[in-house]
């Protein structure tokens, strides 16, 4: 499917990226990070299918050119020249992500698997999707959106998968989460959005 | 209630392993405790930062994967047609035309190469630029010929073999302690620092990069085992790599 949409977008996305005739810009890496974003927003419903999607991408590709411009100082952003709106699900800056991409990296492989099981993710099998939760909510539940509710697995699912007690499963995604949590404390540009114990 | 039991509570509602009183009792706290309410939010961010962070591993390298094969597919189609107009031209119009058309598509290419702006040289493989640098540049560090870099410390290059419009090395190549890495990148970088960091976020090394360089080699025995990451001074992205021992 990516293969499909840099054969026939790519081109597009190129001529808007030439368009800014910056030496700071590169077709390849504005197309892959607009892709990324148009995909999370795709998969999140956030793209109506009021335009094309190629329109739609083309028009997040050229968001985020300003952004690095503005970023680089090279554009001032006009009335001119505003941000197309789009409702991005792609919301994270950059930099958390790698510095997330960092702290996961510390944490040893026993940590990350129980983590990863926990909020329906696989590095082994390659599901990325996170996985339904197998009691549905309460009809009433207190969060906004049932996301987190959903995507959760049970420490009983983890339990058998990792052959543990589940109260082991528990145990260990406990010490796990405080780990990566104290990693975020000692991070600057977490430290801001958390709680210190 | 402690903190601590707070993130348990929320852990047992996620898990629904709660009886319908303890979850009444959850659902009253969260109305009324705002401290209670943002530890809940709080691990609702941070489970989406972590699923995000995971789902845009796996996007980059499935885009990057396509990227590269959908290049290499028209690279392999470019020479392909090449080859079918050598062996059908020569039958209409002789070997003459057969040299003046494949000139005439050199010059074309070349100028659709200066053409991109950036003057980023997509289709010239790590082979090519090798063999053109060998004849004419000499090596960053050494100062030596280019064709004599595999000369020093008797160890093997590690180098990208694809086409070099990617970053290398990343997380899928495979280093050892005892190899000679060459960093290389698509196109000259405003940056003039190369930076690598150990997987504890410390700077481990800070490489001064020529004027319009793409490539930098490390010579062995700079990077112990373990994974770092690499990334120019003030870009964002980094990337991951990891050196293991010599088997």
Same mark, same amino acid.
């Given at each position: 499917m990516y293969r499909f949409i840099y054969k026939h977008y790519f081109a597009s996305v190129k001529s808007i990226v030439s =368009?800014? %005739?910056? +030496?700071? +810009?590169d077709p390849d890496d504005i197309f892959q990070e607009g892709l990324i974003a148009a995909s999370l927003n795709v998969e999140k419903g956030r793209f109506n299918g009021e335009s094309s999607f190629q329109t739609y991408l083309v028009a997040i590709c050229r968001n985020i050119c300003l952004k690095k411009l503005n970023r680089h100082k090279r554009v001032i952003l006009t009335d001119f020249e505003k941000l197309d709106v789009i409702d991005e @699900?792609?919301? @994270?800056p950059e930099d958390q992500i790698n510095r997330m991409l960092r702290l996961k990296a510390m944490l040893d492989e026993k940590c990350r698997e129980i983590i990863n099981l926990r909020f329906g993710l696989s590095e082994t099998t390659g599901v990325d999707d996170p996985v339904p939760y197998s009691v549905p909510p309460p009809e %009433? %539940?207190? +969060?906004?959106? =049932?996301d987190v509710y959903f995507s959760n697995k049970r420490f009983e699912e983890i339990s058998s998968i990792l052959g543990i007690e589940p109260d082991n499963a528990r145990q260990r995604f406990k010490r796990c989460i405080g780990k990566l949590r104290a990693l975020m404390l000692k991070d600057h540009s977490f430290k801001m959005t958390l709680t210190d114990s | 209630m402690k903190k601590d039991d707070y993130n348990d509570r929320i852990e047992d509602y996620l898990d629904g392993s709660m009886s319908n009183k303890e979850r009444l009792d959850f659902e009253r706290l969260l109305a009324t405790d705002p401290d209670f309410r943002k530890l809940l939010d709080e691990r609702k961010e941070f489970q989406e930062l972590y699923v995000t962070t995971h789902k845009i591993t796996r996007l980059r390298s499935k885009i990057s994967e396509a990227i590269n094969s959908e290049k290499a597919t028209e690279k392999t189609t470019g020479a392909s047609i090449t080859g079918q107009i050598g062996r059908i031209l020569p039958g209409i119009f002789g070997r003459t035309a057969v040299a003046a058309a494949i000139i005439a598509l050199a010059v074309i290419g070349s100028l659709l190469l200066f053409d991109t702006g950036a003057g980023?040289? $997509?289709? /010239?493989t790590l082979a090519d630029r090798q063999a053109a640098s060998a004849t004419k540049q000499t090596d960053s /560090?050494? #100062?030596? !010929? !280019?064709? $004599? /870099?595999? #000369?020093? !410390?008797n160890r093997e290059i590690v180098t990208g073999t694809g086409t070099f419009d990617e970053y290398f090395p990343d997380e899928f190549t495979k280093l050892h302690t005892s190899d000679t890495i060459r960093f290389a990148w698509p196109e000259p970088r405003a940056s003039r620092h190369l930076m690598i960091f150990d997987s504890k976020g410390q700077l481990v090394k800070k490489l001064k990069l020529k004027k319009k360089a793409s490539e930098y080699l490390l010579m062995p025995g /700079?990077?112990?085992e373990g994974i770092y990451y690499w990334k120019f001074m003030n870009d964002t992205t980094l990337i991951r790599i990891s050196v293991n021992k010599k088997p």
């Open positions: =368009g800014f %005739h910056s +030496l700071i +810009l @699900a792609y919301c @994270a %009433h %539940h207190p +969060l906004q959106d =049932g | 980023k040289d $997509e289709y /010239i /560090i050494t #100062g030596k !010929a !280019a064709s $004599e /870099i595999t #000369g020093y !410390a /700079i990077l112990g």
